[in-house]
């Protein structure tokens, strides 16, 4: 609602049925968003699957219900994408720590993030890309989907499948704001705090699924 840039629609899917849908913000989005109420087990990957179907914009950002944009993050996008039509373009994020046991959560700091450095080769051994700072040229993406089987790592499995055919720009803006909280009480818990048990395993299984590209990356692996 607070984005300088306004040619966009907000496709909003909400797993659970428990909760309320937000009345008064989808009332200040009018025009300019759909609401979609899944049904099945809850999950980010399904989610993603459905808003994904759903959206005919020429690119498609996924923002996760933890994180945000700063306000001119897609004016900024929007300029970039301009003059150039990458089919993956990641830009660089902030981490902002807070504690979640007060309403509204308590802010307790904030650190810029770059990760310019970040290369193709880079992804096929680790992911330090959030989900939130990709912006997906739809037609690149159009055949591919989330696998809702996977315990953790969906969308660097995601990632993964589009590098097999398209390569990552970068734009050095830091719009996205990663939040971040303690897991010491409920209010906090996020799913990725719950699920350091899994780690290797999904990693060798995506090892696996998607080969290193060459000797280098094999080796990194191995790491």
Same mark, same amino acid.
């Given at each position: 609602m607070a984005?300088? #840039?306004?040619?966009?629609?907000? &496709?909003?899917?909400?797993?659970? !049925?428990?909760? &309320?849908?937000?009345y008064a913000e989808l009332?200040?989005? %009018? @025009?300019?968003?759909?609401?979609?109420?899944? @049904? /099945?087990?809850? /999950?980010?990957?399904a989610s993603r699957n459905m808003g994904q179907a759903v959206a005919d914009s020429r690119y498609i950002l996924f923002l996760d219900d933890d994180d945000s944009f700063e306000p001119d993050h897609l004016a900024v996008l929007a300029g970039?994408?301009?003059?150039?039509?990458? !089919?993956?373009?990641?830009?660089?994020?902030q981490v902002r720590n807070e504690d979640r046991t007060t309403s509204p959560p308590q802010q307790l700091?904030?650190?810029a993030v770059s990760i310019a450095?970040?290369?193709?080769?880079? &992804?096929?051994?680790?992911?330090?890309?959030?989900?939130?700072?990709?912006?997906?040229?739809?037609? !690149?993406?159009?055949?591919?989907?989330?696998?809702?089987?996977?315990?953790?790592? %969906?969308? #660097?499995?995601f990632l993964l499948q589009c590098l097999r055919t398209h390569r990552l720009a970068h734009v050095a803006d830091s719009g996205v704001i990663i939040h971040k909280s303690s897991a010491d009480a409920p209010q906090n818990m996020r799913r990725g705090n @719950?699920?350091?048990?899994?780690?290797? %395993?999904?990693?060798?299984?995506l090892y696996q699924r998607h080969p290193a590209p060459n000797n280098e990356t094999r080796i990194a692996r191995q790491s």
């Open positions: 984005q300088t #840039w306004r040619d966009f629609t907000v &496709v909003v899917v909400s797993d659970s !049925a428990r909760y &309320v849908a937000p009332q200040a989005l %009018e @025009g300019r968003y759909v609401y979609i109420l899944r @049904g /099945g087990t809850p /999950g980010p990957a970039h994408l301009q003059n150039a039509d990458p !089919a993956l373009l990641l830009c660089d994020f700091s904030t650190m450095d970040v290369t193709d080769d880079s &992804v096929f051994v680790r992911n330090r890309i959030p989900n939130s700072c990709i912006a997906y040229r739809r037609d !690149a993406i159009a055949h591919l989907r989330h696998d809702t089987a996977l315990k953790l790592y %969906e969308d #660097w499995d @719950g699920s350091d048990d899994k780690i290797v %395993e999904v990693m060798l299984a």
